[in-house]
């Protein structure tokens, strides 16, 4: 029986008065593609950034490969670099060209030579489609190219898994396609993802598993057939009428 | 026939044009008035015995060499740059490290900051290059039994330095504050530390937007370096007032320090507008 690669127990996390997160235990295998969907507010982005640390739990644990991060003695940077991030805003880092957006991270916390890390940011800017954007500043691509660039930076790290949190939501509707399909792409390969997003054909064509969550709490986890075929909750079902209505 | 009938994109171009109004606006009208009349006053002063004597005075005391020579190799002028430019450098990095410490999480760093920069801003510049004159100095002094003792020059470059620093300190704070959080997030989450982060990626954004700010406050230390002139730095001003108490030509005497530092600011002002035109461009 394989390891979960992510697994959150009983995770609570609070922003003052508001409860984000209301003890959530969920599990991701290796190579799984779990897509989370929910109302706005319901903690899905909250849950996202708890598994890579940037938000610290206010109670329960999250363990990555079986390391508890909230254990003090866990290097959290050496855990966070197995673990690739996309945002909504991308996120690039404006003063940096693409390529050098994607070398920087590999220098500094890999420490790779410059010809090794030059080449990985050659061959994953091809990989995303925009090979010709190697010396452009982020300001001077589209959102779409942004994201893709985002994406390959994250790539560059060898990550064991990728958090993308709603990665298509920032973009306009020409746009979204070609990061999808660099997603899609990276689905095929075997990467363990978790995504934030309401794409459901996405999730359709992807994921293995679609999660949703309403007030802090995983309300449904299973397939993505099975959840369009047959919603077991009442709030499920709302909320999957009102975003398939059109 | 089709119905579809391909529709041209092309459009003949439209070039906008500034009114007359707009142009008049933007011209830099002040700056000519300025340098009229600063070139028209420097002129007519030139006429005067009691003006030469006293712009002589104020950039060459020794009366060695003509004025034209003595401006900037010479006391007076020299000295206020001399103070100016090194307060200034070294305000620049104690304010850069003291702006870190303040947006530090680390308790001791930001209250040892925070109390640093509160301090000295609520303390009047003139007070606190008193203070360090006539009492850190001297105190300096005794305690090693001489063997440690800043000049005068030394002392007002200490006072300014350390009372800058707090205001840069802000500057660089404002600018560190004002990178969008999901900068440090995204470092982050690539497995850079907090000070990799920092050093790669926020620093570098927030310098470049402060430095129009940094070179402004550059024009204010130039003009706030005559405060040195109260422990007795022979400075512009400090040079302007030896000559009004020798001479009794007040009218000649200030009216020299002040052109000579509208001259110094002006050349700076405009340097910082072309600094500013240049790094606003956002990349």
Redesign the interface.
């Known amino acids: 029986m394989p390891e979960p690669i992510i697994k959150t127990v009983d995770l609570h996390k609070h922003f003052g008065q508001v409860q984000a997160l209301r003890g959530v235990d969920l599990e991701v295998m290796p190579a799984q593609v779990a897509v989370i969907i929910g109302p706005s507010g319901s903690g899905k982005s909250t849950l996202l950034r708890c598994i ?1 640390h ?1 938000e610290k739990p206010t109670h329960g644990h999250v363990y990555i490969d079986g390391v508890d991060l909230e254990d003090k003695k866990t290097k959290i ?2 855990v ?6 996309v ?1 909504q ?1 991308f ?5 940096l060209t693409a390529r050098q957006n994607i070398t ?2 590999q220098q ?2 890999r420490k790779r030579r410059d010809a090794e890390r030059e080449q990985i940011a050659r061959d994953l800017l091809a990989r995303v489609g925009i090979p010709e954007k190697a010396d452009v ?1 982020p ?1 001077q691509l589209s959102g779409g190219q942004q994201q893709r660039v ?1 994406i390959a ?2 790539l560059a ?1 060898n990550p064991k898994i990728m958090l993308f949190d709603e990665p298509t939501s920032a973009l306009d509707p020409e746009m979204i396609k070609e990061v999808l399909d660099v997603m899609l792409d990276l689905a095929k390969t075997g990467m363990t993802m978790v995504c934030v997003t309401h794409e459901m054909g996405f999730a359709r064509a992807a994921a293995n598993r679609i999660i949703f969550m309403d007030e802090g709490l995983v309300i449904e986890d299973t397939t993505p057939e099975e959840l369009y075929r047959n919603p077991r909750h009442e709030r499920t079902k709302l909320f999957l009428s009102k975003i398939l209505q059109h | 026939m089709s119905v579809m009938e391909e529709v041209s994109l092309a459009r003949p171009e439209i070039k906008s044009r500034k009114t007359f109004s707009q142009q008049m606006r933007d011209f830099p009208w002040w700056g000519v008035v300025l340098v009229l009349g600063i070139t028209l006053a420097f002129v007519a002063m030139l006429q005067s015995e009691q003006y030469r004597a006293a712009l002589q005075f104020i950039v060459n005391p020794d009366n060695t060499t003509e004025i034209a020579a003595g401006i900037l190799i010479k006391t007076g002028v020299r000295v206020t740059l001399l103070v100016t430019v090194v307060s200034y450098v070294i305000a620049l990095v104690l304010g850069l490290i003291l702006g870190i410490m303040r947006v530090s999480g680390n308790p001791i760093l930001f209250h040892l900051s925070t109390l640093y920069v509160e301090v000295m801003r609520g303390v009047p510049m003139l007070v606190l290059i008193l203070w360090i004159g006539f009492v850190v100095v001297p105190g300096l002094r005794d305690a090693t039994n001489g063997a440690f003792e800043l000049s005068r020059v030394q002392g007002g470059i200490a006072g300014l330095a350390l009372g800058y620093a707090a205001y840069l300190a802000e500057v660089y704070r404002a600018g560190i504050e004002s990178i969008h959080k999901g900068q440090m997030e995204a470092a982050r989450s690539l497995g850079m530390s907090y000070v990799q982060a920092m050093r790669h990626v926020i620093l570098p954004q927030a310098i470049r937007r402060v430095v129009p700010p940094l070179a402004n406050d550059f024009v204010a230390m130039l003009k706030d370096s005559a405060l040195v002139s109260v422990v007795a730095v022979p400075e512009i001003l400090q040079s302007a007032r030896l000559y009004v108490s020798r001479t009794f030509r007040a009218f000649e005497g200030y009216n020299s320090a002040a052109l000579l530092y509208l001259i110094l600011t002006l050349l700076f002002v405009f340097l910082v507008r072309y600094i500013e035109g240049r790094w606003r461009v956002d990349a």
Request: aromatic fraction near 12%; hydrophobic fraction near 60%.
């Open positions: 890579n940037l940077n050496a966070r670099a197995e673990i690739g991030m945002f805003l996120n690039l880092f404006p003063h920087l991270a500094v916390v500043y300001g985002a930076r994250a790290m």
